[in-house]
């Protein structure tokens, strides 16, 4: 479910962007769904609904809002720490360190970030136990971001003018093409990470996004496949 990278996309890219959750680490190692399970668990005890009212109205926030932490800050006015803090709260030994997916992103040339719509502790901590925390110049976070997620453009552009990142000289990787529309707006080259085989584990329908079809330049299933020929192509251009 690759498609191959084109060396001369990528020669003049200097800003390197990634998701987190499902992107730099694969859709089947589930970690997610310890934080899907945390947030109904959060939802349900708020408003005090059997577990599966409170994982519908999750998905409606989700939705409505781009993060359920978002709905729930603008209907109930909750504490955004309280609800970090506690989803947050999960095994990250569920994650397999990637050295080769460490290695692709080192040699990557230019600056590379995490971009996510959870919280720099949960980053740091996923990205230590993967192995390639080091490999970053920074993370920013839903806190950067003043508590609005992406895909709000506000967001994007919030990000890009905190970094100097120009469009152009930028790619984002996402694994939700809607959160790729504004990237790809702002001139950025785009790709979308999927699930191998593209089967998703715990597979929600509402993450998928054919309405966003047009705002994905290259899919892949590989990230670590993917930057490494990358790193490659653009080498061997250079040679």
């Not at 080091?134 to 552009?157: C, M, N, W």
């Not at 990787?173 to 699930?195: C, I, Q, W, Y």
């Not at 192509?233 to 250079?238: P, Q």
């Amino acid at each position: 479910m690759t498609t191959s990278p084109d060396p001369a996309r990528f020669a003049h890219v200097t800003d390197w962007v990634f998701d987190l959750d499902n992107t730099l680490y694969p859709h089947h190692s589930n970690l997610f769904s310890q934080i899907d399970v945390k947030m109904t668990a959060y939802v349900g005890e708020l408003l005090t609904l059997p577990r599966d009212e409170a994982r519908k109205l999750q998905k409606e926030l989700y939705l409505e809002y781009g993060t359920t932490l978002n709905g729930l800050m603008t209907r109930h006015g909750i504490d955004p720490d309280d609800f970090l803090e506690k989803v947050h709260d999960i095994d990250y030994s569920w994650l397999v360190p990637d050295p080769v997916l460490g290695t692709a992103i080192r040699q990557l040339p230019g600056r590379k970030f995490i971009f996510t719509n959870g919280d720099r502790r949960h980053a740091e901590r996923t990205a230590r136990q993967l192995g390639i925390l080091d490999h970053f110049d920074d993370i920013f976070d839903i806190v950067a971001a003043g508590l609005t997620p992406k895909p709000s453009r506000q967001t994007y552009e919030k990000f890009a003018e905190l970094h100097a990142v120009t469009g152009h000289n930028a790619v984002m990787f996402e694994d939700l093409a809607r959160n790729l529309e504004v990237p790809k707006s702002l001139g950025m080259t785009t790709v979308l990470v999927v699930p191998r085989n593209f089967e998703p584990t715990f597979a929600e329908i509402w993450e998928r996004d054919p309405a966003n079809e047009d705002d994905v330049d290259f899919v892949t299933d590989d990230l670590a496949g993917f930057l490494t020929a990358i790193v490659e192509g653009v080498e061997e251009l250079k040679n």
